[in-house]
């Protein structure tokens, strides 16, 4: 229930900002913008003329990542997907439930990882299965067009790059390989590109850019897409969305996996438990058998976790209460200071600095994996 205090506090401020520009000069800016209506009605043009749509969505908001122009498409359309994608940074047991529920209500639906080849090719192959049910009375002589469409930063682009590159090296096609521009920032896209991936029969996926509904939505959506990364930091101090992970954090189960790292200057032990995040260097330090000496990524990351950890198990107070929650919150985001190496000299900035770097490893799925939508009650 902190947690929900939390988001609603981060959520608040954002749609005060948002109506606030609204009313100013520069008139809405902020949320939807003139560019996003010239795209949204060019994507829905499009939409009667392709073969097949895929609703991207994010898998960690399943809900909340929809978009408004696939409202009617939601329910049980034959060539609409809905792709949970970066199910990687989702938790997998809330994920597999996401999927039954999908499922029961006759949607088409499937969790992917656009960093993963194995996750990309079984998504090829259900895009290929499903255009082919959709022109089942034809040769293979025929070209499909598969539309990516979703709100911003769910990872349309990094699909469609994924796509064209798998699909490309199946059909054994020379050729240089175009690339879609992906980035942490959401709104990178500009415009409708199309990309080959497969032949025999032809398939393009065209990727579009962001869209997101004209109207402002609530408070609780407001706040998950801006921790998520759907809508950009600068929308309020990125401390205020750190507290709001910090919450969620604090209220899950996530910290009990990191109790072994509790053991502070066990260096065999932080060898042995990064398997997860080693990077190539981080692997090969591990295969001389070395104890690397330098403060890398890797090692900050078992810093960060056992801080959590420590922080939620020795507090005394119930984080249930939004008072002993902040306090808590307090607490870690001084802790914090030292895991990330972040100089004290002035509080603010220094907070600023953690908040920076604790969202980072969120959104990089290295403090924990979230599902942060709730299963709707009314399932058939
Ligand atoms: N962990 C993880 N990150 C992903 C995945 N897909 C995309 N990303 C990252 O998410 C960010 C956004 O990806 P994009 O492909 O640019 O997203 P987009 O939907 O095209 O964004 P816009 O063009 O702004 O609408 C990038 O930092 C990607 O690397 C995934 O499956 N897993
Ligand atoms: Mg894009």
């Given at each position: ?6 988001g ?17 000069v520069l008139?809405g ?23 097949l ?7 960690r ?8 122009l ?8 034959s060539?609409h ?7 990687d940074?989702?938790?997998r ?12 209500m ?14 990309i ?27 990516l ?6 990872g ?12 490309r ?10 690339h ?29 850019p ?18 998520t990364?759907?809508i ?16 969620i ?44 000496t ?7 990351v ?9 922080t939620?198990t ?20 001084t ?6 190496h ?17 969202l980072n490893l ?15 009650r009314?399932?058939?």
């Amino acid at each position: 229930m902190a947690a929900l205090h939390f988001g609603r506090r981060v959520g608040r401020a954002v749609k005060e900002r948002i109506v606030r520009r609204k009313s100013s000069v520069l008139q809405g800016r902020l949320w939807h913008d003139p560019f996003m209506s010239a795209a949204s009605c060019a994507i829905a043009e499009r939409i009667p003329f392709v073969d097949l749509i895929v609703h991207v969505t994010d898998a960690r908001i399943p809900l909340s990542s929809q978009c408004h122009l696939l409202r009617d498409y939601y329910q049980t359309s034959s060539n609409h997907i809905i792709a949970l994608n970066k199910a990687d940074l989702a938790s997998r047991s809330a994920l597999q439930a996401w999927m039954d529920y999908f499922r029961e209500m006759n949607c088409i639906s499937c969790e992917v990882n656009a960093h993963n080849k194995d996750s990309i090719r079984q998504f090829l192959s259900l895009i290929q299965r499903q255009v082919g049910k959709l022109r089942s009375d034809q040769d293979n002589k025929y070209t499909a067009t598969v539309m990516l469409i979703g709100i911003p930063n769910v990872g349309k682009s990094a699909l469609a790059n994924a796509l064209h590159q798998v699909g490309r090296i199946r059909a054994a096609e020379k050729g240089k390989l175009k690339h879609a521009t992906v980035s942490p920032e959401p709104g990178e896209t500009k415009d409708i590109r199309s990309y080959k991936i497969a032949s025999h029969p032809n398939i393009y996926v065209l990727d579009t850019p962001a869209v997101l509904s004209p109207e402002v939505p609530d408070v609780d959506i407001l706040s998950k897409l801006l921790l998520t990364g759907a809508i950009g930091d600068n929308m309020v101090e990125k401390k205020e969305i750190a507290q709001y992970f910090l919450a969620i954090h604090n209220s899950s189960e996530q910290y009990k996996k990191w109790a072994k790292l509790s053991s502070k200057d066990d260096d065999s032990f932080f060898l042995n438990s990064t398997a997860e995040c080693l990077t190539t260097s981080g692997l090969q330090m591990k295969q001389k058998n070395q104890i690397p000496t330098d403060h890398t990524q890797d090692r900050v990351v078992q810093d960060v976790r056992r801080t959590l950890y420590e922080t939620v198990t020795t507090f005394n107070g119930n984080i249930r209460s939004e008072v002993e929650m902040e306090a808590l919150i307090v607490r870690q985001f001084t802790a914090l200071q030292e895991a990330f190496h972040v100089s004290t000299e002035c509080e603010e900035d220094a907070h600023d600095k953690v908040a920076g770097k604790l969202l980072n490893l969120f959104r990089t799925g290295r403090v924990g994996h979230y599902i942060l939508d709730n299963l709707p009650r009314n399932i058939p």
